[in-house]
């Protein structure tokens, strides 16, 4: 599947908006049909971009392809690990701190890490 998805992304170099929701879907070709499941959130934009997929789809594929946009299943969302968890409240809490957010405010700075106290 990830051939399909990759090949039919190559076609839209120039169009991230298309390349996007292809990022999360999963494809299905069956002979001259290829079948897009999307993510709920991105059905209706695929959906209205369907030609453009099948414009692409015949590129990559260099033969007439029919494509249908199905509604696929949301993707698991990420669970930080509890480091990162950590590393993301004391980097929450640095950022409240009145000294460290006029730094950050007097050079336009961005707070890229954060150990704790002795370490």
């Known amino acids: 599947m990830d051939g399909i998805i990759g090949a ?19 494809a299905r070709l069956e002979g001259d049909e290829l079948t897009l499941l999307v993510p709920p959130d991105f059905q209706a934009f695929a959906e209205s971009h369907r030609e453009d997929y099948q414009r692409g789809a015949r590129a990559a594929f260099d033969r007439a392809i029919t494509v249908k946009i199905e509604r696929g299943v949301a993707p698991e969302p ?30 336009g700075g961005k707070l890229v890490d954060v150990s704790e106290e002795g370490h």
């Open 8 to 26: 039919l992304q190559a076609q839209f170099e120039n169009r991230p908006s298309l390349r996007g929701p292809l990022r999360r879907s999963q």
């Open 78 to 107: 990420v669970v930080a690990s509890p480091d990162e968890q950590k590393q993301g409240r004391l980097r929450k809490a640095a950022e409240q701190e009145p000294a460290v957010q006029e730094a950050l405010d007097l050079f």
